[in-house]
């Protein structure tokens, strides 16, 4: 079973001083962290698992998980052979640093090259808030419709990248990715943009290479 | 063009207060109030039109659209011919009473059996404020997965009624309708529970019948 850890303090006060603690925790272990956020429902465990198989042999990939409840995504993580956490926010609607600083403590960081933090499903209350990652990653699906970077600005204008998820059910839905990308360029212009599908692995092995050079860059 | 409201101070404090107002103003008028909670492109907007639609000629729909930044949804429902005003929160990652009130200022409420209160895409932050709405209603897709009653617990407790929309979207992505209604009916053991597809029109007829019975229950 992954370690769930509840938090319960709410020491909200100095979070970025916890985050640059922990950035300098990281980079002492060697780790790129990447802090993925978005919606519920996005396919942000699904993508994390499938990304962490693409990478097997070339990174070794950690996993800590945010959720309000429930410990289903980390077991899944666990099931799939990455070290993994749970953190249950207990009603909290985005991760903070010192929730961080708990998980890393319970993670093998010697054993892990990237670390995928899997943030509070939610577009909004993530973005504010430094966990200590180096990286920022959006992830949206086609199911979401195409209007979301117009309706959420702010988590997108901060990306490093832009995923759009569940590539394969956009014949299915109303997504119209020139739309999509539109609004994204107005917040970032220059920001890479992946069409994934975990499911067929459509455009997984580009976004693989993208997390290699990050990671080479970042001297992991 | 739809009257946008630009939020800009935020009186949080006396909330519950400006929604017992706003309640009793919404009785006044004989208005039906629903408080609309999803994630963000769960479609909300879509049902709400369809369901305007559904319902032409029986009861008389308004809409309150809340989002953090655009106008694209209350421009939509003018099109449809829904009086609607665009709240704009500005960053806040949910609706206060006192938008509601404002919002409320610029609707001809005489005119309107069934408000519809669409709040901001979010799972999480809308479900501990209350804005005066009579009823809570909870959307999620198909797309999102079976395990959302799962990870966000308080949202889905409190609905007067949860609806799974993108029903045809069902048979392409992995969702299990009797996992999800086993976790929701851990929280909320007898709400009523729609399959709809606002695109096919599947059980939108059920969902029109049952908004119509509430709107007879509280005397609309």
Redesign the interface.
């Known amino acids: 079973m992954p370690k769930t850890i509840l938090v319960r303090q709410s020491p909200f006060a100095g979070n970025n001083e916890t985050a640059l603690a922990n950035r300098a925790a990281l980079d002492a272990a060697g780790v790129l962290a990447i802090n993925v956020m978005a919606?519920?429902?996005?396919?942000k465990t699904t993508l994390i698992l499938a990304t962490a198989g693409e990478l097997h042999g070339k990174l070794r990939c950690g996993v800590v998980e945010g959720?309000?409840?429930?410990d289903?995504d980390a077991r899944a993580a666990e099931e799939a052979g990455l070290p993994a956490v749970q953190i249950n926010t207990g009603?909290a609607?985005h991760l903070r640093a010192d929730m961080l600083t708990q998980a890393m403590a319970e993670l093998p960081l010697g054993e892990i090259d990237l670390l995928f933090i899997e943030n509070?499903?939610?577009?909004?209350?993530p973005a504010g808030v430094l966990l200590g990652e180096h990286l920022r990653v959006v992830i949206?699906?086609t199911?979401?419709?195409h209007?979301?970077p117009?309706?959420?600005?702010?988590v997108f204008r901060d990306a490093a990248a832009v995923v759009v998820s569940?590539w394969?059910?956009a014949p299915?839905?109303d997504f119209d990715i020139s739309v999509y990308e539109g609004y994204l360029r107005r917040l970032n212009a220059g920001v890479p943009l992946f069409r994934l599908s975990a499911r067929t692995g459509q455009g997984m092995a580009e976004w693989g290479r993208w997390l290699e050079e990050q990671a080479r860059m970042h001297g992991g």
Chains 1, 2 share one sequence.
Do not use: M, Q, T
């Open positions: 919606s519920p429902g996005a396919g959720d309000i409840a429930g289903i009603g609607c509070v499903g939610n577009l909004v209350c949206s699906s199911a979401e419709g209007d979301k117009l309706k959420y600005p702010r569940k394969d059910v299915y839905v």
